[in-house]
């Protein structure tokens, strides 16, 4: 009796649960809903392998095979096409090119209605049904191994060439996975010689690869919640505009506030663009880059132009659970109408102030001009007593 099939079969739920933590966490973005898919897929093939090498006769057994096979092959491209929207690769870009990933598992889920098989036949054992691999199954396991050399090669790529620490260490951790995987899948070769496979190779490494994806997760947040689920319920309540960046001041969370504010549709998608271009002054762009994250300064109250707006800017750095700067976020107030109203008033007691020496000069020539009427009755009437005296 193969006891490891079972605990495989067991284990293979943790798959799905993943499945459900990442979709709910993160339902927004396409490198999350894929790779969601992916392990959904992918406990689909192990069930499908688990049954076939437990099915009560060939027939049977054949057809779940060809299942298996059709959803571990469609599960790889999907890997494959997630790591490729993970690094914002053009190639897809093109139709051609999302219709190119999918051809192989496409065809494999077509001869789902042909009798074409990767395997000759399925011999009996105690450990259950072992399917015996034809030249085909060689080809099919080339396409899902090349799936997961190029996707890790990928990730490998990132965190190479990444300067943002969470997402260096994010494609380093995703890319260990995939390597065990590929090792796992690539170990079916030797089924070659003895023209015997053992699925739970296969079944272990993607298990092994995908626990320990699940172990680092609970660390360094493999799969965080997205911020844009929060900025949908928290941030667009928010009076103030707010603006996320990651470290190198493009944008990864806006709220509605700043769109109205830019005069910006919403529509017009400002995710990923710089902070410069956004703002249009890229000078003051360059100044909260460089004094937040790199000098690790706080500003306060800062005036700020956009557009017809003035605001006072409050801004900080965002750092992760693990201590590493990953952005920097950055809330303003709009206080147009008070600086507005400031510069009114300061007019208006501009203008009350000169009133206010006008009519203190006036008063002052009046009360003068009293004085010298007082002095020049006087003089009058002293002009005139003289002849009365005489």
Same mark, same amino acid.
């Given at each position: 009796m193969?006891?490891?099939? %079972?605990?495989?079969f067991?284990?293979?739920f943790?798959?799905l649960f993943?499945?459900?933590?990442?979709h709910?966490?993160?339902?927004? $973005?396409?490198?999350y809903k894929?790779?969601?898919l992916?392990?959904?897929i992918l406990?689909a093939?192990?069930? *499908?392998?688990?049954m076939?090498?437990?099915?009560?006769?060939y027939? &049977?057994a054949?057809?779940?095979s060809?299942?298996?096979d059709?959803?571990?092959?469609?599960?790889?491209?999907?890997?494959?096409h997630?790591v490729l929207?993970?690094?914002d =690769?053009?190639?897809?870009?093109?139709?051609?090119?999302?219709i190119?990933?999918?051809?192989?598992p496409l065809?494999?889920?077509a001869g789902?209605?042909?009798?074409?098989?990767?395997?000759?036949?399925f011999?009996?054992t105690?450990?259950?049904? /072992?399917?015996s691999?034809n030249?085909y199954?060689f080809?099919f396991?080339? #396409?899902e191994?090349?799936?997961?050399l190029?996707?890790?090669?990928?990730?490998?790529s990132?965190?190479?060439?990444?300067? $943002?620490?969470? @997402?260096?260490?994010?494609?380093?951790?995703?890319?260990?996975?995939l390597i065990i995987?590929?090792?796992?899948t690539?170990? =079916? *070769?030797?089924?070659l010689f003895?023209r015997?496979l053992f699925?739970?190779?296969n079944?272990?490494?993607?298990?092994i690869?995908?626990?320990?994806a699940i172990l680092?997760s609970?660390r360094?947040q493999l799969f %965080?919640?997205?911020?844009e689920?929060?900025? &949908?319920? /928290?941030f667009?309540?928010? %009076? +103030?505009?707010?603006?996320v960046? !990651?470290?190198?001041?493009?944008?990864?969370?806006? =709220?509605?506030?700043?769109? +109205?504010?830019a005069?910006?549709d919403?529509?017009?998608?400002?995710?990923l @663009?710089s902070?410069?271009e956004?703002?249009?002054d890229k000078?003051a762009a360059?100044?909260?880059?460089? *004094?937040i994250i @790199?000098q690790?300064? /706080? #500003?306060? +109250?800062?005036?700020?132009?956009?557009?017809?707006h003035t605001l006072?800017?409050n801004a900080?750095?965002?750092r +992760?659970?693990?201590?590493d700067?990953?952005g920097?976020?950055m809330?303003g107030? !709009?206080?147009t109408?008070?600086?507005?109203n400031?510069?009114?008033l300061?007019?208006?007691? &501009?203008?009350l &102030?000169? =009133?206010?020496k006008?009519i !203190?000069?006036?008063?002052?020539?009046?009360?003068?001009r009293e004085?010298?009427?007082s002095?020049l009755k006087e003089? #009058?009437?002293?002009l005139?007593?003289k002849?009365?005296?005489?």
């Amino acid at each position: 009796m193969n006891f490891m099939l %079972p605990v495989a079969f067991c284990l293979s739920f943790s798959l799905l649960f993943l499945a459900l933590i990442i979709h709910f966490r993160n339902p927004y $973005d396409n490198f999350y809903k894929l790779s969601s898919l992916a392990l959904a897929i992918l406990f689909a093939a192990i069930f *499908y392998n688990c049954m076939a090498i437990f099915a009560l006769g060939y027939a &049977e057994a054949g057809a779940l095979s060809k299942l298996a096979d059709s959803f571990w092959l469609l599960a790889a491209a999907l890997i494959f096409h997630a790591v490729l929207y993970y690094q914002d =690769n053009p190639f897809l870009n093109s139709r051609f090119g999302q219709i190119l990933i999918y051809a192989p598992p496409l065809l494999t889920l077509a001869g789902l209605f042909t009798n074409h098989s990767f395997y000759s036949g399925f011999t009996n054992t105690s450990r259950g049904l /072992i399917p015996s691999p034809n030249d085909y199954y060689f080809l099919f396991l080339s #396409i899902e191994c090349l799936y997961l050399l190029l996707s890790a090669a990928i990730c490998f790529s990132i965190n190479l060439k990444s300067s $943002d620490n969470f @997402r260096k260490r994010q494609a380093g951790l995703l890319a260990l996975a995939l390597i065990i995987a590929l090792a796992g899948t690539g170990a =079916n *070769y030797f089924s070659l010689f003895s023209r015997q496979l053992f699925p739970q190779i296969n079944i272990s490494a993607w298990m092994i690869a995908f626990l320990v994806a699940i172990l680092v997760s609970a660390r360094y947040q493999l799969f %965080p919640r997205y911020p844009e689920i929060m900025g &949908e319920t /928290i941030f667009n309540y928010l %009076p +103030d505009s707010l603006l996320v960046t !990651d470290l190198q001041g493009k944008i990864s969370l806006t =709220n509605k506030v700043f769109y +109205d504010l830019a005069e910006l549709d919403q529509r017009n998608e400002v995710l990923l @663009r710089s902070l410069g271009e956004v703002m249009q002054d890229k000078a003051a762009a360059n100044f909260l880059t460089h *004094y937040i994250i @790199r000098q690790n300064r /706080i #500003i306060s +109250d800062c005036p700020l132009a956009i557009k017809k707006h003035t605001l006072s800017l409050n801004a900080a750095q965002i750092r +992760d659970n693990t201590g590493d700067k990953i952005g920097m976020v950055m809330i303003g107030r !709009d206080v147009t109408e008070r600086k507005k109203n400031e510069a009114e008033l300061k007019a208006r007691t &501009e203008t009350l &102030e000169k =009133n206010l020496k006008e009519i !203190d000069y006036l008063n002052h020539l009046f009360v003068e001009r009293e004085i010298e009427m007082s002095k020049l009755k006087e003089e #009058i009437s002293a002009l005139g007593g003289k002849p009365a005296n005489g």
